[in-house]
């Protein structure tokens, strides 16, 4: 079982930036791909960026050029590195990981609200 636990959200003004950290732990030798989406109010969740177990990424569109992901193996961390931050970028971030043997694990989510 793996245990997920993203932090660094908060509230910036558009703009700015933050660094959303993930820490996998428990069978952390089972997680293949990682990745982030995020949720807002009164919408579905939607994915925002994945990384594969050999570095492969892949974005939204709505962020593509602005945001970053990355994994620390040694560290058993991903990051979400989010650089010019928009109102509509406003949601909970959830951190996933999915396992060799098809289970997907999620964080517990962290806010990030960005004022205009």
């Known amino acids: 079982q793996v245990q997920l636990v993203e932090s660094g959200g908060g509230l910036v003004q558009a703009g700015g930036s933050l660094r959303l950290s993930c820490a996998a732990s428990?069978?952390?030798?089972?997680?293949?791909?990682m990745g982030w989406y995020r949720q807002a109010p009164g919408k579905q969740r939607e994915l925002v960026a994945t990384?594969?177990?050999?570095?492969?990424?892949n974005y939204a569109d709505s962020v593509k050029g602005r945001f970053t992901v990355s994994r620390d193996n040694a560290k058993n961390t991903v990051y979400l590195q989010m650089n010019s931050l928009k109102p509509e970028d406003t949601a909970v971030y959830y951190c996933?990981?999915?396992?060799?043997?098809?289970?997907?694990?999620w964080g517990q989510g962290t806010q990030v609200t960005v004022s205009s």
């Open positions: 990384i594969s177990g050999r570095d492969n990424t």
């Open positions: 996933n990981g999915d396992s060799f043997y098809g289970t997907r694990s």
């Open positions: 428990g069978s952390t030798s089972s997680i293949d791909d």
